[in-house]
């Protein structure tokens, strides 16, 4: 049998993102959360964090960007282009593999009430819920007033919640 043609790579690649990485990727962020992500009162532009990129088949399948702060690395955003394809996954054990290199002793995220699937995604690969900020995001959308009242399942958004992986002890 004969093959024409490129032969299709379903091979998932993660890399660093780097600056040839950014204007495309600022569109692919401004599409999902627009230009700023405010998380416990902080203004994030996550087109302008570090971040890992998963590539597959030469297009891109997902992107974590994420913050330091001392011994904590915050997960700001995390996108699958298609969910459910093991790309968020690869995405959160790369950053995990990179904390542990870089000596950063915890990943810390954090979401809202309304994200069931987050919680779910979160808590099945090793973070632990660690605190409930109610009425977190009203602050927050004094910030960004385009966060919406109501959120996933039809509920309304109203509280941050933290959960953390702790990587000291090979978490």
Not at 105 to 115: A, F, G, P, S
Request: net charge positive; glycine share 8%; hydrophobic share 40%.
């Amino acid at each position: 049998m004969c093959h024409r043609g490129r032969v299709a790579d379903n091979t998932l690649r993660i890399k660093p993102v780097v600056n040839a990485d950014r204007p495309a990727l600022g569109r692919f962020i401004a599409s999902r959360w627009g230009l700023t992500v405010i998380v416990h009162g902080t203004v994030f532009r996550p087109a302008e964090l570090p971040g890992l990129v998963a590539v597959r088949d030469g297009r891109l399948a997902g992107l974590l960007t994420y913050d330091i702060d001392g011994d904590s690395l915050e997960i700001v955003t995390l996108d699958a282009v298609t969910p459910n394809g093991g790309v968020g996954s690869a995405l959160v054990t790369a950053i995990a593999d990179e904390a542990r290199r870089r000596q950063v002793r915890r990943l810390i995220v954090i979401t809202t009430n309304d994200n069931l699937d987050a919680l779910r995604f979160y808590q099945r690969r090793e973070f632990r819920l660690a605190a409930v900020r109610p009425g977190a995001v009203e602050e927050s959308r004094r910030l960004k007033p385009q966060i919406n009242e109501i959120g996933c399942y039809d509920i309304p958004i109203r509280d941050e919640i933290e959960l953390v992986r702790d990587l000291a002890y090979g978490g």
